[in-house]
């Protein structure tokens, strides 16, 4: 907590700006804007609070996602550069911008900011040093530096604590794959190999979102990096970590800063900019959030802690054919089926060898006990279906071979249907939740779609199973392998006559 305040409420003020980034954050806003006060907001706190882990060496790797025009750049590349050096004039920062004319630009203000005396006098030892004052590369008395470059430029011989990614893409160029995978390469074949100490450097990288295959999309489809996404408009309901212990508990529908953009705005702004551009650059989702094949409002919702008697755990597998990067996912899509109603329960996604995805199956199958086990009949499945009924391992069911009719375009298709009928239930909170609608809505415009294959898979067969209200009496030989119909509702785990058929 802060203390009382003193007499001299400038000396305490200064106090306090010295301590807190997000009250120094107000003063770089008034000298920047000459002399305008911040509306300040909790989106604010939000990064201060983030910026503060980064500082903390709690987090290494920070990504912020937000729309433009929302103080991103100064609050980062410009407020908290100059803060930190205020604290540790031996810091070295390396700052990136998609143009040397952007980058000179943040490294102006903040050299404007550092050489101004109300910094100096906040942060008196923390001097500009006489010989190194040029705009984008000045350095302080102490030997702490701040480097601006374009993601193009040259950083040979050149490395810091610090790597700030700031707007590494152009709006205007994010459609080019060419400009796409220059930059991604540009950061990890360069840029990322900058930082002085690789155990304990940090990146952070704070852009808005404009394409699936954005640098912030390939960071976050590595995985290690903390996230932050501010979407201009809640796509549903979150509780976001602030400064001092506190929270921000957003509701779906809240504007992100009604006080700068309101909803009026924004909602001329969808219109100005086309639903596709103002879901990537303010919403931070680049596939259209209203979906393609699939519609978001389609999607229903269960709660976790109350799963409904009965029904039974059915899970698909789409299985790639290497584990390579650049190749396809494997993914096991585990559900309860309880009447016309799938809820999903868990998506595991991960790129293995058949060594690793044979383990993954049998630990999958043990945790979640499923009654069926499907796994398409190609590429690496024809495989692991020979192991797992040559094998026969404890706690994992025979498996059911699927094989694919048509392409996925045509089987998801198939599905869209029962999804709009309302039959697929999502979790209201699970770690996969995100990546997962997304990948559903984007269908067949997402940048993967073996998530969207092996739902299909799950419900396509579901589907088929809920025509029969009574198992036939010889059995129908179906296509799941060596299994028949009468073999697969005679199991002795579906006993339950009025579960029996799935519906």
């Known amino acids: 907590m802060l203390m009382k ?16 980034f997000a009250w120094f954050l107000r003063g770089v806003f008034f000298i920047l804007s000459g002399g305008d006060s911040l509306a300040w907001n909790w989106h604010l706190d939000a990064i201060a609070y983030q910026l503060g882990r980064v500082r903390a060496g709690k987090s290494q790797r920070l990504l912020v996602t937000m729309p433009p025009r929302n103080l991103k750049s100064i609050a980062i590349s410009v407020a908290w550069v100059a803060w930190m050096l205020g604290h540790n004039p031996r810091l070295k920062f390396v700052c990136v911008s998609y143009s040397d004319e952007l980058a000179l630009k943040l490294a102006r203000d903040c050299r404007m900011v550092m050489q101004s005396s109300w910094y100096r006098e906040l942060f008196p030892r923390t001097i500009i040093a006489a010989s190194r004052t040029a705009v984008h590369d000045f350095e302080t008395t102490a030997g702490g530096n701040r480097l601006a470059t374009s993601i193009k430029g040259t ?10 990614i700031d707007d590494p893409i152009k709006p205007d160029e994010a459609m080019s794959e060419t400009t796409r995978t220059g930059v991604n390469e540009s950061f990890s074949r360069t840029l990322a190999t900058r930082l002085d100490d690789k155990e304990n450097g940090s990146i952070v990288v704070v852009m808005q979102r404009l394409h699936e295959e954005d640098l912030a999309g390939a960071l976050i489809e590595k995985g290690h990096w903390d996230h932050l996404s501010l979407p201009a408009i809640a796509p549903e309901d979150a509780v976001i970590r602030l400064t001092r212990g506190r929270v921000h508990r957003r509701k779906v529908g809240d504007v992100l800063h ?14 100005s900019l086309g639903s596709a551009v103002f879901s990537a650059q303010y ?13 978001a409002d389609w999607l229903r919702r269960y709660d976790c802690s109350s799963l409904p008697h009965g029904g039974r755990v059915v899970q698909s597998w789409d299985t790639a054919s290497k584990d390579g990067i650049h190749n396809d996912w494997s993914v096991c899509v585990t559900a309860h089926v309880y009447r016309r109603e799938i809820r999903i329960l868990d998506v595991w996604r991960a790129r293995v060898d058949f060594v690793g995805l044979k383990r993954e199956v049998m630990r999958l199958a043990r945790e979640w006990k499923p009654q069926a086990l499907l796994i398409e ?13 040559n094998e026969q391992p404890s706690g994992v069911p025979m498996p059911i071979a699927r094989k694919p009719e048509g392409d996925k375009a045509t089987r998801f298709s198939a599905i869209c249907p029962m999804i709009e009928a309302g039959q697929l239930l999502l979790p209201t909170e ?9 990948e559903i809505l984007g269908f067949p415009n997402a940048r993967h779609d073996d998530q969207a294959d092996a739902l299909a898979q799950l419900m396509i ?3 088929r199973q809920q025509r029969f209200e009574s198992p036939p009496a010889g059995g129908y030989i179906i296509d799941v392998g060596t299994m028949t119909e009468e073999d697969w509702f005679n199991q002795d785990a579906w006993a339950d006559e009025d579960d029996a058929c799935l519906y």
């Open 461 to 463: 067969w579901v589907g």
């Open 258 to 271: 009604p006080a700068r953009e309101s909803r009026d705005t924004l909602e001329q702004l969808r219109v």
């Open 377 to 389: 009949d190609a590429a690496s499945g024809m495989q692991l279906l020979q192991t797992l009924r």
């Open 5 to 20: 305040p003193p007499e001299d409420s400038e000396a305490f003020l200064r106090a306090v700006q010295r301590k807190d």
């Open 155 to 164: 950083v040979t011989g050149r490395g810091g604590n610090y790597l700030i």
């Open 283 to 295: 919403q931070q989702q680049p596939v259209p959030a209203a979906g393609n094949m699939a519609k």
């Open 430 to 438: 699970a770690p996969w939740l995100a990546d997962f609608k997304s």
